[in-house]
């Protein structure tokens, strides 16, 4: 931090960056708390939600989803499997191929755990007025433009 303010006064935020601070370390919290309720880690956790969000993968295609190796993919699959939360099958039209598929009840499981927050993050939405949701999804939208645009393009 003293490196930060060698370089000048870090930029004014205001209530906002706080307020964005403060929803970064509870999502962050929450994650863990759906991990813990899976009895997952952080990457287990990130697998299933690519193979919720994606629908079954190879290995080779979940392992470039979580940026890590094959080998450690297939760590935390075997760990995943172990726990019913997914299942391997043969690929569709490949048959030296296999993919990874998530559990119908490791699914219902986690999004149980989800659907009080988005239930709730629903109700805050639907108080607000039109103009204002615009407003709001205008700014959260520049916000991930500004995140995005900080985040170093990978090879």
Do not use: C, W
């Not at 601070?21 to 287990?44: A, P, Y």
């Not at 956790?45 to 190796?69: F, T």
């Not at 639907?126 to 433009?145: N, Q």
Request: net charge negative; glycine share 6%; charged share 25%.
């Amino acid at each position: 931090m003293d490196e930060l303010r060698k370089s000048g006064p870090l930029p004014d935020t205001g209530g906002i960056g706080e307020q964005l601070r403060e929803i970064s370390t509870l999502s962050n919290l929450f994650q863990k708390h759906v991990g813990r309720s899976l009895s997952v880690n952080d990457t287990d956790l990130s697998a299933m939600e690519h193979l919720m969000k994606e629908g079954p993968l190879s290995p080779s295609d979940l392992a470039r989803h979580l940026d890590i190796s094959t080998a450690a993919t297939t760590v935390v699959v075997d760990r995943l499997a172990a726990l019913g939360h997914v299942h391997r099958e043969p690929h569709a039209h490949d048959r030296r191929k296999v993919v990874v598929v998530p559990s119908p009840a490791s699914a219902q499981a986690a999004f149980e755990t989800l659907i009080p927050m988005l239930a709730g993050i629903s109700g805050v939405a639907s108080r607000l007025s039109e103009s204002d949701r615009e407003t709001v999804e205008r700014f959260l939208a520049d916000v991930i433009t500004v995140y995005s645009a900080a985040i170093p393009a990978r090879d």
